[in-house]
């Protein structure tokens, strides 16, 4: 029986043979963290957008080992409900808007490029963490107006705690703590300094509008905000662009629809997100006893929903465990979806889709290196993405 755990080394490399198997179940059991898997589309639909399913941990059971990590990992808009989410979550939008990313657009590609620029004309090169991994980090940089000096460091910061909260043995973790309270003494620091000090990046406009907005935000809600950014912005998009890559090479075929046509990226960053998607899944708390796939749900257990099962799911799309353009329909829950849909849904594709267009005009003949571990699985649990992509540039 394949094993349905967010930290199992199987279900980090590969994650989709569990989902096939347990997916007529409907719900399982979660050993990790307490309460259920929910892997039925129909019922994945319904959880993500009722809003009656909750996402404040305080309203969980308290004995689920995962209550108690979600409370102390302070994760901002990610567990909360209205109207404290709504009114968080306000603030910031307009920052992530089609409209903002659309302005964002120039100074996106300029940052790609120069990324680029520095890879050789040809030869092997890790793209993961030469390309894929440097984009997303530079583009949130900026735009949380962090100082070059420190960029390495708040790099490691940000990828220390993402690969570690969700795993039940490394959330405890002396690496953890420091990662977390490094990010949070920058924030603290960079908070205040901005109230002395105001200036144009989003940090000073969150600073701005709370004053002049009178808003009650505190600044602790804008710096677990602020930290959560760091996760959400960086480590998916990285994962999205390293995910894309890596769909093409091993579908050669797919890759010359794309050089025959760019203009079908949009497309292949769409199927990306339905085939290998960045974010497993999302958790919700039942705040009233319920049945789902016909199993009795107590009012405090958690759901982990598995929101990548729709896009592997075959009553859904024909031959889903194949990358393939030429679909007529495509499905996928990447972002969530409710009130908790991804705030920065459009940032993020945008990103991918400039990466993946430059990275095909400068390079005609791109393919999987030949050598051992050419694609290696990041260790995080809840994610999907690649610690390691070998490529020939050609």
């Not at 030949?370 to 050609?394: H, N, W, Y």
Request: glycine share 6%; charged share 25%.
């Amino acid at each position: 029986m394949a094993v349905l755990s967010l930290a199992d080394a199987s279900f980090l490399e590969d994650p989709y043979p569990a989902i096939h198997e347990h997916r007529p179940t409907g719900v399982i059991p979660n050993v990790n963290h307490g309460g259920v898997w929910l892997l039925a589309s129909d019922e994945i639909r319904e959880v993500v957008r009722d809003p009656s399913f909750s996402s404040d941990p305080e309203k969980a059971d308290p004995e689920a080992p995962i209550t108690g990590v979600l409370k102390a990992a302070r994760l901002s808009i990610f567990y909360m409900d209205p109207p404290e989410h709504t009114r968080i979550r306000g603030l910031v939008a307009k920052e992530f808007s089609p409209h903002r990313v659309k302005e964002l657009g120039s100074g996106l590609e300029k940052t790609a490029r120069s990324v680029l620029d520095q890879l050789p004309d040809s030869g092997v090169v890790d793209l993961a963490a030469t390309f894929a991994d440097v984009i997303p980090m530079i583009v949130m940089s900026d735009f949380l107006g962090v100082e070059e000096e420190i960029r390495t460091d708040f790099r490691n910061w940000g990828l220390t705690r993402v690969k570690n909260l969700f795993d039940p043995v490394k959330n405890r973790s002396p690496e953890f703590a420091e990662a977390s309270q490094n990010l949070r003494d920058y924030f603290t620091q960079k908070v205040a300094r901005r109230r002395e000090e105001p200036a144009t990046d989003l940090v000073g406009r969150l600073v701005e509008a709370t004053d002049e907005q009178g808003s009650d935000l505190q600044d602790q809600e804008i710096i677990d905000l602020l930290i959560l950014l760091v996760g959400a912005g960086i480590i998916t998009t990285a994962d999205l662009i390293g995910n894309a890559v890596h769909a093409l090479l091993t579908h050669p075929e797919e890759l010359e629809k794309l050089y025959a046509d760019p203009a079908r990226i949009p497309e292949a960053i769409e199927e990306t997100l339905r085939f290998d998607a960045p974010a497993l899944s999302v958790g919700r708390i039942a705040t009233e006893e319920t049945v789902l796939c016909g199993q009795r749900i107590a009012p405090g257990t958690w759901l982990r929903v598995m929101t990548s099962a729709i896009g592997r799911d075959p009553a859904i799309h024909p031959d889903p465990d194949r990358f393939c353009l030429d679909r007529d329909h495509r499905e996928h829950m990447a972002f969530g979806g409710g009130a908790h849909f991804c705030l920065g849904a459009h940032l993020g594709k945008a990103e991918a889709r400039i990466a993946l267009r430059i990275l095909l005009e400068r390079f005609s003949d791109l393919s999987l290196a030949d050598c051992e571990d050419a694609a290696v699985r990041r260790s995080v649990p809840g994610f999907r993405g690649l610690e390691r992509l070998m490529v020939r540039l050609g």
